[in-house]
């Protein structure tokens, strides 16, 4: 796999950033997510019917993408009743998608099997996904499968009929596409989900980006456009409101060891129109030396690209692993600029991000840090530096360590002896995070010293501005 997917599962991150865009909470480790539901919510009978309809020694498993359980809900046939979806493995390793649902009044009983979906590769469900593309009132049941080697994946598009009995046969796919990344998303504004795929031939380097519609028990491809196809791989599609009042896609892929480029497409008279990078501007715009994931990543129901900006103030002579980036997320404003909605430092290694006050641009950077115990083991953490905009002059804002649990009471202590405010974020995994506020220089003039303390953050605004990176 290539460095620059640096944050597996993407749709399980978009985490931090995309996990926004659908309203989704990380609020449970990769293996609670894998059990059967439980007694709350009225799921008791619900747990029992999937533990008998499991095949022997079969096992839960999550989609590569979307959903963040292994059962979800919805209401896959439009009678007006959610079916249970169970994705999980056989003994055999051969995932399978099965869906269950509930009988009424002068029906059977409780819940009970429907149909079981299986794969044929063998690498597992990529995406699932449960929509009316067509409005009818009847929803589309969406599945991607892994596949080896070329193409990627492969999608089947169903249509369930309510009464249909399929216990023993399961329905039959309106169609079967080939994909390399494929969305559901409002790509012209019209309300409507349409369904976006990009398709790849990697050895012919080409590539293209399609949309389909659902009409009258068909699938449409109603456009298609040719895309950069010498990248090593798109591995990420957004799809939705990409400025005030408009609508398109972002496209992130791969190239070489580590970079990466983002593309934006934008509806426009019944087409899509490139509008990143700037036809007119400098190309190099689009690239980024290391992997960024397009979305909502600020949560206002706009898309917005990401880009890395080099932390000011690193050593000129820095190598690539040394290099700290502040991650920008930039918004169109339906014309001609990229705005800067959001910055924030992360830290992969230690699993924490932090955000940016808006009166911070410009004007903080991080670097990092070591510090010794008195047992001699070293931690490191990063100073957050207020960069005093006429002289350059730099000064730590406050510093934030990624503690173990057993070693938190000393670091404490010498933290005391040093003064200034202490304050723990947040206890995780066993380990402590906090932070040490600095104080200005005692050199610095009186003006710079109020601009100093005017942007660094109180223990609220250090809460508020700090979260966890899931590790998966």
Not at 36 to 58: K, S, W, Y
Not at 349 to 372: C, I, K, N
Not at 385 to 402: D, G, H, M, N, S
Request: glycine fraction near 10%; hydrophobic fraction near 40%.
């Amino acid at each position: 796999m290539n460095s620059w997917l640096r944050r597996p599962l993407l749709a399980l991150l978009s985490a931090s950033a995309l996990m926004s865009t659908a309203g989704c909470q990380y609020t449970m480790t990769p293996a609670d997510l894998l059990t059967v539901p439980q007694a709350e919510d009225g799921n008791t009978e619900l747990a029992q019917a999937i533990r008998v309809a499991l095949p022997p020694r079969a096992k839960l498993t999550l989609s590569d993408q979307g959903s963040l359980a292994a059962v979800r809900k919805a209401d896959v046939d439009g009678d007006g009743r959610k079916e249970a979806i169970v994705t999980y493995v056989t003994d055999l390793d051969t995932e399978q998608v099965m869906v269950m649902r509930a009988g009424a009044s002068g029906e059977r009983q409780g819940w009970h099997k429907w149909f079981t979906l299986a794969e044929s590769t063998g690498y597992g469900v990529d995406w699932l996904e449960v929509d009316d593309l067509d409005d009818d009132g009847r929803p589309e049941l969406v599945v991607g499968w892994n596949e080896y080697d070329e193409p990627q994946h492969r999608l089947f598009i169903y249509t369930i009929a309510a009464d249909a009995d399929l216990q023993q046969s399961p329905p039959v796919p309106l169609a079967e596409l080939t994909y390399e990344q494929a969305k559901l998303g409002d790509v012209d504004g019209n309300g409507k989900a349409e369904l976006v795929v990009i398709q790849h031939e990697r050895e012919q380097m080409t590539a293209s980006l399609h949309l389909y519609r659902v009409s009258a028990g068909q699938v449409k491809d109603e456009l298609a456009a040719p895309i950069d196809g010498t990248v090593d791989g798109y591995y990420n599609l957004a799809v939705g409101q990409i400025a005030a009042g408009r609508y398109g896609v972002i496209m992130d892929g791969g190239i070489g060891a580590h970079s990466s480029l983002t593309n934006v497409l934008a509806w426009a008279n019944g087409r899509l129109m490139r509008v990143y990078p700037p036809v007119s501007g400098r190309e190099e715009e689009q690239w980024n030396a290391s992997s960024t994931f397009s979305g909502d990543g600020n949560g206002d129901g706009i898309l917005d690209i990401e880009t890395l900006v080099d932390a000011p103030g690193q050593p000129e002579d820095r190598s690539y692993a040394d290099t700290l980036w502040i991650e920008e997320r930039r918004q169109w404003d339906g014309n001609r600029k990229f705005d800067v909605v959001q910055q924030r430092y992360a830290d992969y290694g230690q699993g924490y991000a932090f955000s940016f006050p808006d009166g911070w641009y410009g004007q903080v950077t991080v670097s990092r840090l070591e510090h010794t115990l008195d047992e001699g083991v070293a931690i490191e953490g990063t100073a957050f530096e207020y960069v005093e905009p006429k002289t350059k002059r730099r000064a730590p804002l406050f510093w934030l360590y990624a503690v173990p649990l057993k070693q938190w009471d000393t670091l404490e202590q010498q933290w005391k002896a040093e003064g200034g405010a202490i304050h723990v974020l947040t206890k995780s995994a066993g380990m402590t995070y906090a932070v040490l506020e600095r104080e200005a220089p005692k050199g610095w003039e009186d003006e710079i010293r109020k601009r100093f303390e005017a942007i660094r953050p109180g223990a609220d605004e250090l809460a508020k501005r700090f979260e966890l990176i899931p590790d998966y």
